[in-house]
């Protein structure tokens, strides 16, 4: 097993190594230590520090014959379209407000899908849908507090 504790940079498009990917959901690229094995059966142990998430493309091993690289999976995500900036506020807040976790980019909320969400946003007449794609949390590591 290969033992990570660092990230060693981010893929180049021009690489020409055989690279070998690690596909992770959101919630397994903030965990800091796992176990974690290639596409093609390469066993990775993580041990970064604590906080550090991976992202799509960051570099966890390499030598003269390949690179081992993090790849984000698709998943069931809620997209919410915003028609304005004033909108696009009330529905980060919205979603943030119920502790789900956001990624914000050109006019467009995603979060983790949850039909529960969905049905609220439909109701109050939020243009939405399902779909399956890569998610990234946007804004760093959860945390917790109590109303």
Known sequence: MILVEE????LCADESRRVERVALGWEDRLRSRQRVRT????????????????????VLFEDGERVVVVAAIPEDVLVLYAESETEMGRLC???????????????????????VLEAYFVKMGVR???AKEPFTHD??????HHH
């Open 7 to 10: 990230i060693r940079g981010r």
């Open 39 to 58: 596409d093609t059966g390469t066993e990775l142990g993580v041990k970064l520090p604590t906080g550090q998430p991976l992202k799509e493309g960051d």
């Open 93 to 115: 807040y919205q979603v943030g407000n119920r502790h789900a976790p956001i990624c914000v980019q050109d006019g467009r909320v995603l979060t983790p899908y949850d039909s």
């Open 128 to 130: 939405c849908e399902k």
């Open 139 to 144: 804004f760093g590591a959860f945390h917790s």
